[in-house]
């Protein structure tokens, strides 16, 4: 007995040892402490660092800094400068990209001509811990972009010039980092530093943006059915990449930052890989850095003495003062709303994931003392508070403003309903492909399922047939749980199939219909009798795809849309889906097409405040379709946008175009849109 005291007593000894205890204490409070502190609206990021000052060795001791929490740490810490980057809406920042550098330039330069002389001056700190601390107030992590997401702002010019800025505040200040610790070192900023730093920064950067995205788009495409190993691959070009910064003089950060980068376009935000991407680090490596944070407080330093409080207090001061007045600048060259400005303002205010990033990298090289670290983990927790009480205001704002348009209007839109997607079976083996881009496209404020739709004969095998069916898709449903959207597997009885899919679309309400590209018949005809029944019969909007490469590794989009298009009932509808599949693909948009059409493509964008990177080429005469092959490469998807007869946008040669898109773009994607 007295033994398994002993032993008893040896596990529970402070600061605890046991690796297996100490998992799980860690584990226990990143699934219990958010809970405990949501109800107080305290953001969670905070709550993980307090909860890593109290157990940590300057809080009750309960654990100590050891190899493995410092090397969870430092994944974490990886993870989120590459999360940073791998979200950045890359389309969103080429269409707002002078307005983007101007507010970058505001948002960087402000703070820290700002920051450097109340640092330098008045805290009298020397050169290179007073120009990384007012770098540090240049950064800004987006704590409160869920809320203009939510609340349906996300679209708003001035919340994507501010996404925008982030691109060039964290490069800048990572940047800023590399030659602060340069300077640090023994010799300082000499001829051979600068000299070296170039040419390894451009070594550096070659491979990132020019082998990485390569190898990348080669692995996707020959391992697309090995969807485990994705993310396998993607970590290992993260750590790889921060080892190789490393190798080039500038800081691990930096490498997984230019990672997320260089991946961006090939990772779809909506993708089951994104999502495995996000689960691991929000709910794993993320957390456990932010408690890792904690740990290093040194609480007893901040009520030791006046400096420490002042030190915090000016900080704060200065981060929020130099934000604000970025928005302010911003607002008054743009000529935007006050309501625009606050959101600017509680986006770009929020300090995290950067912010720490410099700050821990910069207290281990032993660049800045404790009382900054302190001062800064102070500075998180108010401007995690300033910013999403900012951002949730302004959002309000925005969302009453934005009703002030014609509510006749709005029950015209395509969204004022939920959304709903059919995608009827016709063969399994494509139905992989079509599942993926029917998700791509999907309005995620929908609430309704993807339907996959088999319809089997009416005979004495029919409800066989229908077990069969579902049990054969049972797999698919799996596939696009990883993405977080709803399947819904159907079938339904009927002696021919055309009727049956055109009935279950009625009963369904769905908006569009997803399906295979048709085999062909070898007739000389791609639309045979069987699919031309189809879409004569549905009247709804229908998509026919044939892809025979994975969807993220396109790098254009073009779109061929003939004469009188804007005036049919799906032109919304379509116009949006193009958008969501660049916003998606992070690819840029090109269109062939009318003057007039040109212009409502542009006033739509207008009206339903919608931004992509759309460039026009005239294109007046179908006959001469095959121009747009001088814009083709095999990566790029086409698309044609046709029509069905008897409508107003239909011409005979439209019945020809099926036939010359196999000829003369094989290797293509191939989208083909009847609109409703």
């Known amino acids: 007995m007295n033994e398994f005291l002993e032993i008893l007593h040896h596990e529970f000894e402070l ?47 309960l654990l100590e800094q050891n190899s493995a929490i410092d090397l969870f740490s430092k994944i974490g810490l990886l993870y989120i400068m590459f999360i940073v980057s791998l979200e950045l809406d890359m ?32 805290l009298g700190y020397d050169f290179n811990a007073s120009f990384l601390t007012a770098s540090m107030f240049a950064t800004h992590t987006l704590i409160s972009y ?64 020019y082998l990485v995205p390569k190898i990348a788009r080669w692995f996707f495409t020959k391992m697309e059915k090995e969807k485990h190993s994705h993310y396998i691959f993607v970590l290992t070009v993260v750590f790889l990449s921060a080892f190789l910064a490393e190798l080039a003089g500038v800081e691990d950060i930096i490498g997984a930052f230019l990672a997320g980068l260089a991946l961006n376009r090939l990772i779809p935000h909506t993708s089951a890989l994104m999502n495995r991407i996000e689960f691991m680090g929000n709910s794993l490596f993320i957390p456990f850095f932010l408690i890792s944070v904690g740990m290093l407080v040194d609480v007893r330093v901040i009520f030791s003495g006046y400096m420490a409080i002042v030190v915090a207090l000016t900080l704060s001061i200065v981060a929020i003062s130099g934000k604000w007045l970025a928005a302010f600048l911003t607002q008054q060259v743009y000529k935007y709303s006050a309501s625009q400005r606050r959101v600017i303002f509680g986006l770009s205010s929020g300090h995290a994931a950067a912010t720490l990033a410099v700050i821990i990298v910069g207290f281990n090289a032993d660049v800045i003392d404790v009382n900054i670290l302190n001062g800064t983990i102070i500075l998180i927790l108010i401007t995690s508070i ?13 969302v009453v403003e934005s009703r002030e348009v014609d509510p006749e209007e709005i029950k015209k839109s395509e969204s004022f309903k939920m959304e709903s997607i059919l995608l009827p ?33 009416n005979d004495e095998q029919a ?14 449903v799996k596939q696009a749980s990883a993405t977080e959207t709803s399947v819904d597997v159907t079938a339904t009885i009927d002696h021919d199939v055309a009727s049956g899919i055109s009935r279950k679309s009625k009963e369904l ?23 031309a029944a189809i879409i004569d019969q549905t009247l709804k909007t229908v998509f026919l795809c044939e892809s025979g490469k994975p969807w993220a590794t396109h790098t254009k989009l073009i779109i061929a849309v003939p004469a009188h298009s804007e005036k049919m009932e799906g032109f919304e509808l ?95 994607t191939k989208i083909m849109v009847f609109p409703q």
């Open 146 to 209: 869920p809320i203009v997401s939510k609340m349906g702002v996300s679209k708003n010019e001035a919340v994507a010039i501010t996404v925008g800025g982030t691109i060039l505040t964290d490069t800048a200040v990572l940047i800023i980092l590399a030659v602060i610790l340069g300077n640090a070192q023994e010799g300082g900023l000499t001829s051979d530093f600068w000299i070296r730093l170039i040419i390894s920064l451009t070594i550096f950067c070659a491979i990132m943006f």
């Open 91 to 122: 389309n969103q920042f080429k269409v707002n990209r002078n307005k983007s550098f101007a507010f970058g330039f505001f948002t960087f330069a402000l703070p820290l001509l700002i920051g450097f002389p109340v640092c330098f001056y008045l």
């Open 509 to 531: 309400i769905a908006d569009l219909i997803v399906m295979g590209w048709p085999t062909s018949s070898g007739k000389g005809e791609v639309i045979g009798e069987k699919m």
């Open 386 to 398: 300033v910013a999403t009480l900012a951002t949730e205001n302004a959002a309000k704002i925005m």
């Open 15 to 61: 600061p605890l040892s046991n690796p297996v205890l100490v998992f799980s204490i860690i584990l226990l409070i990143i699934l219990v402490s958010p809970i405990l502190f949501r109800k107080i609206n305290i953001p969670g990021i905070i709550v993980l660092i307090i909860s890593g000052i109290i157990i940590g060795p300057f809080g009750v001791g």
């Open 425 to 457: 079976l016709a063969n399994i083996t494509n139905l992989e492909k079509l599942l993926e881009f029917a998700v791509l496209i999907k309005d995620k404020s929908s609430e309704n399922p993807v339907s996959i739709l088999s319809v089997v004969p």
């Open 574 to 668: 379509w116009v949006k889906k193009v958008i969501k599949i660049a916003e998606e693909l992070s690819v840029p948009i090109l269109v062939y097409c009318t003057n007039k059409t040109q212009r409502a493509i542009e006033n739509l964008i207008t009206k339903l405040n919608l931004r992509a990177p759309f460039d026009f080429n005239e294109f007046n005469n179908l006959e001469d379709f095959l121009i747009i092959a001088k814009d083709l490469e095999p990566e790029n998807i086409i698309m044609f946008i046709t029509a069905r007869k008897g409508s107003v946008a239909y011409d005979p040669i439209l019945e020809k175009i099926p036939v010359k898109l196999e000829q003369h773009f094989p290797d293509n």
């Open 463 to 476: 409800e066989l047939n229908i077990a069969q069916a579902k049990t054969k898709l049972e797999d698919f």
